[in-house]
Every structure is written in structure tokens, then in C-alpha cells.
DNA sequence: GTGAAAGCGCTAACAG
DNA sequence: CTGTTAGCGCTTTCAC
């Protein structure tokens, strides 16, 4: 049997609503003398409060949900990492929900956490979404999506990333070393920061009197598989390039082997940038120069955020763009 | 306002008790009709049920915690992914803690999670865990230690990975190539898989009519910072070897960034072998010979284990080591 | 087949 | 300074 907080006030001679005030400090108007009786008594009991009888008062949990696609991309570690970071360190606990960009996962993730009455749900949302999808807008509590904006979902509060400026700060880089074809290997349109990358593709080019050529930007997904196949296909068909611009860097790190495998010196022959500077860009060969997303910020900014309007403090932003940053490494001369 | 099952059953005419039994799906004495109208009431109100409230009375909240050193560390995604997927099948939601092998953080994770009244508790423990921490034996629900046995540390369950004959076939393998003089970079000889690898090494060796040298043996930590760093120090300190065998694929990362920088050609002049197979093994240059951990089965069989416990199924085995296998690639000759 | 009623363990007025 | 009391939203006996 379990001890309560009814066995503490018995014990300690004081009613529940005694021990109570003081299990949440809220013990301005208690004694010194009892409030010493009851924590000793707490502590050798050994007497831990019971969150979901408390909750059911209070309405809140102290729980987070954080949706994203799949906690096993090297993208998303940092960001679960950095959101789990700032809850604790305001109290709260996550729980994690892996969608794989599934509509429907996603759909019945929220309405797990519904149940649970999480005070408020980070959100990776999948590229796919519509808007039919109206569970999340008519959410009660706050919601805040990061990385991706999601066209047609009302939110709480948005976290991104300055894609098309680290995308225009990659290319001019590659621009101002001497590479001057660059071909851009970007992940699916259908979601927004590919889309972004490719506007800041195009604007550095254009700005620095380039033109844009078609052939030059081919589309697939967001892995290593696709690097190493896009460059391939890209050498079939003949198409010159002298720099790759990678959608992010799994991209990069496929896009590299397949260089080598065709025997190309990176980055004398061709240079290769990527997007997001994971754990792995500093360990491969050559050692990749990438644009640094700050992931993990985006993780812990988040959870402010959500936090901040849970706990209704004063908010006058409820978007951040958080800034990348270029990291210059051995992949591009 | 929300909507609540009394508001349900008021529309529908019932009484709460039928409503409840609808929901939970013990309605075998509850008429067609009736089922059919509230069903469809609980659907036209888009009533949700409030867990926290039935779990205050069931003593059942569906939620399990993970404890894990840190989600950004390599290896558990892949099994944190595991224990969701398999959590997730069976209703259950997964709370993320990071604990960064602290054991202070350890024990505050347990103390919410406690409070939280989740159901199980999927584990692993810090290397450095002395048995004063009495809080998880103490603790009233299941436990799962998940690839460190913890001595002194009673727990429920356990799932580990079969670490001395990893290191065996590891050693065995680099043997039968032809190479002779195995340089071992081991992690933190706290930890229990560390030295049960280190056991592998020696008995291979031994098996293989060699001797076990001192100067062979270094010991450092998981990371490719040491790898690198371990290799310079074995070359300085003028230590002949033809082999490395890693701790894990990070060290062996790191090694082989050192083996490149100094000029050795992988694999005829030095083989590198890691352990664990994580995602970036096989995108490196060249591509790493390893010992693949099933990280994922782990996670999974982990939570499968714990779910049974608290459901208290029949349970024969409450230990289970998962065995690794050789993933032969390119760092060996 | 269905419902009344007694809690689950805690908090929050409000009263004293 | 402390206690009384009425729930929070749900499940579960047990009676009808």
C-alpha cells in the first residue's frame, strides 16, 4: 500500500490541506514548527506526492509531447536533446512520439497526448500535411512548430531556421572560391526548408550574375542514398558541375562517396558544402564544410517558447528565426 | 469548457457507468442500441476521455520512462526508436530522460517519474552506480536495465548484448586477416561492457596462441575525440601494431582520421574494427568493419519485456543477451 | 442491461 | 496559522 498525503497529515497530526501547502511551497502562512514536523515526517516515510491525483486538480501535468518524424535521423537528436533540456530545467518531462512523416501517426500521437492532457506539444510536422488536419489548430493547449512552417496550420508559436540565407551564404561562399558550376541536390520541394534552400540558390547565383540552369538542381530526399544517387546520375547524364550543394549533410555524405568512388579529388576537382552540420560532418573525409543549424537551440527555444505561454507569461514574439552559420572545413577549397 | 463522460452520459441519456463501460470496451452487457447512440454522441461531441483522471483510479497510466545517458549519443536513437515503436504498439507513450551518466540526474529522473506513476521504467544505468542508490529496488514498478548490468543493482529485467563474444569474433577475425599486433582502445573500464569486451580481446588472443601485451591495451572513452587522440599516443610512444580494435564506431572514427592524417594506408598497412554499427559506419572512408549491436531489438525487447511484466503476463526468461554479429567492410583487409 | 454511489489522492477556497 | 470541505473526471462494485 502506497503512503498518501492523508497518512503524512495523520502522522504529523495536521490536515492534508497543511501538507499540502507545503509540499508546493506554498507555506508562507505555516509555522516554522510544523513545517519541519511534516518535511521530516515526508522524508522518512520516504512519501512521494502523487502528480496524476494532483493534476486532475490543477489541469496541468508538467508534460510536454514532442512529435517528430523519426528520433533515429541524425537531425533530430539535438533538438529532442535541447527541448528535453529546457523542460527539466523548468520541470517538466517529454514525451516522445516518432511519426515518420505519417499523417495519420501524427494524427493519433495527438490525440494520445490529448488524453494525457500534456500542457502544450512540439512539433516537427510532416512535409505532407493538409489542411484538413485541423486537430492541432483546435488543440487546447499550445503548440509549436519547429523547423518546418506548415501553409493552412494556425499555430502557437513557430522556431526556424534561416534557410534561405544559409542557402544563399553556401553558394556564395562556393561562388567566391572559384566554383562555378554548382549543382544543388536538395531534398523534396514539397516541404518548405528545401524550397527555401533552393530560393537562396537561386538569389546568391543571380545576385553574383550567374544564371540559373535546371539542369543543375535535381530533387530527391533527405538521405545518404540520394547523394550518392544523385551524383551518379548526374555524371550519366553528362551534366558538368564543379561543386555540389547539398540539401543537407546525409546528402553531402553520399554525394562525397560517390566523388571518390568515381575517383574525383574533393575539393580540388569538386567541392561539396552541406546544410546542417550533424556529429558525423567533422568525422568523414574530407571533413565537411557545411552551414550549422543550431538544432539544438531550436530544440531548447522551443521549449521556452511553449513553456513561457503555458505558464502565461508575457509574450510578444511567438516566432524565432533563428540564424545559421557557415562552417568552413576540408570539402571545399 | 470540456466535455466530460458525465456531460455524455447526460446527452445520451445513460448514466456515467454505462459511458465508461462503452469507452473501455467491457460492454458485453450493454444493448446494441445504446452502444451505438453514445458511440455516436462521443463522436459528434468530439469527446475525448481524460487519462489522468482514470488513471487515478486505475493505477495505470500507460507511460513508460526511458533513462538514457544522452539521445545525441549515436547509440540511442536506435534503441530509444525501439522501445517507442514497441511502447507505442501496445498503447503505451515513452517519457525521454537524459541523464548524462549522471547519477544525481539519475535519481531525480526516477523521483518525477515516480511521482508521474509511470507504469515501467526502461534503463540504462550510469557506469558509475554504486549500490547506495537503493531508489530503483525500492521502486514499485518494473524495471529494465537495457545494456549495462549494474552489480549490486537488483532490477526486473535485464537486456544486454553478448559483448565478450562481439569482441571475441572482433579479434578472431582480425587474426585469421593476418594481422597480428591488436592495439585495443577500450572505453571506461568502469563500465561493464567494456571490460566483457576487453575479456573478449584477451580470450581470442589466447585462443589464437598469442600473448596478451599491457602496452596494447589503452583505455579512454566513447568518444572519437579519444580514438584520435589514442592512436597519436600509441604512435608516439613508438608502440608497434598492424590492427586497432574500438571500443566502438566512434573511437574507430577517430582512429581512422588519425591512421589517415599520419599517413597509414586502411586497411593493408593498419586494419580498423569497430563495434556497434551505428548509422555512420558505413558512410565513412573507408566504410568500417564492425560488430553490429542490435541497438534497435534492444529498445524493442526491452519495452516488449517491461509491457509483459506490467501486464503481467506469464514470464519465463527475465534476462535476455542479444547476440552481435561481424559486418565485414572495407577498414580490414 | 443499467445506474447509484463511493472513492482514487490531491488542491483550493473559505472559514475560523 | 490551520482545518473543513467540495470537488477534479473517471472506474467499479453492487443493487435493481
Known amino acids: 500500500m502506497k503512503i498518501t498525503i492523508k497518512d503524512i497529515a495523520r502522522i504529523a497530526g495536521v490536515s492534508t490541506a497543511t501538507v499540502s501547502k507545503i509540499l508546493n511551497k506554498k507555506d508562507q502562512n505555516i509555522s516554522e514548527t510544523t513545517r519541519n514536523r511534516v518535511l521530516e515526517i515526508i522524508k522518512k516515510y520516504g ?97 509549436i512548430t519547429v523547423d518546418r512552417e506548415i501553409e493552412g496550420l494556425k499555430t502557437h508559436g513557430i522556431i526556424t531556421v534561416n534557410n534561405v540565407k544559409g542557402a544563399y551564404d553556401a553558394v556564395k561562399y562556393l561562388l567566391n572560391r572559384g566554383y562555378k558550376k554548382i549543382l544543388h541536390l536538395t531534398g523534396p520541394m514539397t516541404s518548405k526548408p528545401t524550397r ?27 538521405s545518404s542514398d540520394w ?13 558538368k558541375f564543379d561543386s555540389v550543394f547539398c540539401g543537407n549533410d546525409l546528402i553531402a555524405i553520399g554525394a562525397i562517396k560517390a566523388l571518390k568512388v568515381k575517383g574525383f579529388d574533393i575539393p580540388r576537382e569538386v567541392g561539396v558544402i ?14 565537411l564544410t557545411t552551414i550549422k543549424q543550431p538544432n539544438y537551440e531550436m530544440g531548447y527555444k522551443a521549449a521556452e517558447l511553449l513553456i513561457d505561454m503555458i505558464e502565461k507569461k508575457e509574450i510578444k514574439i511567438n516566432k524565432y528565426v533563428l540564424d545559421t552559420r557557415l562552417v568552413i572545413r576540408k570539402s571545399t577549397k
Open 47 to 143: 512519501y512521494v506526492p502523487n502528480r496524476v491525483a494532483s493534476s486532475l486538480v490543477t489541469k496541468r501535468t508538467n508534460t510536454l509531447g514532442l512529435i517528430i518524424p523519426d528520433i533515429v535521423n541524425p537531425f533530430f537528436p539535438e533538438l529532442a536533446r535541447g527541448a528535453e533540456d529546457k523542460a527539466n530545467e523548468r520541470g517538466y518531462n517529454l514525451i516522445l512520439c516518432n511519426s515518420d512523416n505519417n499523417v495519420q501517426k501524427e494524427e493519433i500521437y495527438v490525440d494520445m497526448l490529448k488524453e494525457k492532457m500534456v500542457d502544450g506539444i512540439i512539433f516537427t510536422a510532416s512535409s505532407r500535411r493538409t489542411d484538413k488536419f485541423k486537430k492541432l489548430t483546435s488543440f487546447q493547449v499550445p503548440v
Open 274 to 287: 552541406g546544410f546542417d552540420d550533424i556529429y558525423m560532418a567533422k568525422m568523414i573525409d574530407p571533413d
Open 196 to 222: 527555401d534552400r533552393y530560393e537562396g540558390y537561386c538569389r546568391a547565383l543571380i545576385d553574383e550574375g550567374f544564371e540559373i540552369e535546371d539542369c543543375l538542381v535535381c530533387e530527391g530526399d533527405y
Open 227 to 239: 547523394g550518392y544517387e544523385g551524383i551518379l546520375r548526374a555524371l550519366k547524364r553528362d551534366i
